[in-house]
């Protein structure tokens, strides 16, 4: 079974552009959640998606959005970029309702504002 | 909001020494996740737990649910060098705004010296 797939991998923007990351959850997983990681405040939550539907939103500016597909993937944005948005974007796969189940990571993308 | 704390932040240990570093919160969570992360690399999971006083072991390792359902730790029996690392507990909450969400401990960084 393929884990959790994240392109791309390493991405370079410039202040004011805006990127879009992917995320192809396990096969039958139908939850996705997006995390942040930066040296200065570790993990941070995003948002989460089940069916489509956005369940769950972390502290996050509105510059940054997601959605989910039929087939669970799942895309983040970030629109307006700013130096403070490099960091490593983590998606993560749940089987189901986003209760008492396990979460498995992707590799990450690396996002460098310059 | 949730908080995680995780402790210690950093460990410097010779191989074949046992390890201990556990998490507290601030709510009571309802599944502790223990994940291993590699520079540059996703976390992985080792370690579910589901239910207060549950021990779970994953070969060298253990993890438990603490009764009050605040904390959990995380043991690493006879270290070998490849334990090094950053290892991070996560929490999901039982209810309110957050359910659902993961929110994750500051991490301890393992070196583990040959």
């Not at chain 1, 390493?10 to 992917?22: A, D, N």
């Not at chain 2, 932040?9 to 998490?23: K, R, T």
């Not at chain 2, 705004?97 to 994750?104: A, C």
Request: charged share 15%; net charge positive.
């Amino acid at each position: 079974k393929a884990g959790v797939t994240q392109t791309p991998r390493y991405l370079i923007k410039t202040r004011g552009q805006q990127v879009t990351l992917s995320c192809s959850p396990i096969s039958g997983h139908r939850s996705v959640s997006w995390y942040q990681q930066t040296p200065g405040q570790g993990l941070q939550f995003l948002f989460e998606y089940f069916s489509e539907t956005q369940r769950n939103k972390g502290n996050f500016p509105g510059r940054f959005s997601g959605r989910q597909f039929s087939n669970s993937r799942s895309e983040m944005n970030v629109s307006t970029l700013e130096l403070g948005d490099s960091a490593l974007y983590l998606c993560a796969s749940s089987p189901g309702p986003t209760g008492i189940t396990e979460a498995f990571f992707g590799q990450g993308t690396r996002l460098t504002v310059v | 909001g949730q908080q995680l704390n995780q402790s210690p932040q950093s460990m410097f240990i010779q191989e074949g020494e046992d390890v201990s570093m556990n998490c507290t919160s601030s709510s009571i969570f309802n599944t502790w996740l223990w994940y291993k992360q590699d520079p540059g690399e996703g976390p992985v999971l080792l370690i579910a737990l589901y239910k207060a006083g549950e021990l779970t072991s994953n070969g060298r390792l253990t993890a438990q649910f603490g009764i009050t359902r605040k904390d959990s730790f995380l043991n690493i029996s006879a270290s070998i060098p490849s334990d090094v690392g950053i290892y991070f507990c996560a929490g999901r909450a039982a209810g309110g705004t957050s359910y659902g969400k993961l929110t994750f401990g500051q991490g301890t960084i393992l070196t583990v010296h040959p």
